[in-house]
């Protein structure tokens, strides 16, 4: 049988190595989640973009951390520390060379 598609991974790997801008908007929307009190999706798109970018043995690496634990808290049910997870944020934001700037504004509700 042949393969029609092509693996969502693969897809999100390609363009972010293809498309700079598309793996700041994950960054973004990652971090726009994580804020907005959806860290469960924050943490879905992050381990995304990891393995698009520098990959859980890098990112091991760069936080001292087990790469099987990382995988563990970029998981559905992960639960990082916040410690953990400003070091994860960390690593990635200086790989996109970018910086994290927050804007509040007042609800519509």
């Known amino acids: 049988m042949v393969k029609i598609t092509r ?3 693969e897809t999100i790997t390609a363009r972010v ?3 700079p801008d598309f793996a700041m908007a994950l960054f973004d ?5 994580f804020l907005n009190g959806e860290p469960e999706v924050s943490r879905l798109i992050l381990r995304d973009l990891v393995n698009a970018t520098i ?3 890098e990112l091991a690496l760069e936080t001292s951390k087990p790469s099987k634990s990382l995988h563990r ?3 559905a049910k992960g639960n990082p520390t916040m410690d953990n997870l400003t070091a994860i944020f960390d690593v990635l934001r200086r790989k996109l060379n970018v910086e994290i700037k927050v804007n509040i504004v ?4």
Do not use: I, P, Y
């Open 17 to 19: 190595q293809r498309e």
């Open 7 to 9: 693996d969502f991974k």
């Open 29 to 33: 929307e990652a971090v726009s989640l």
């Open 106 to 109: 007042a609800s519509c509700r």
């Open 55 to 57: 990959g859980f043995e």
């Open 73 to 75: 808290m970029l998981s």
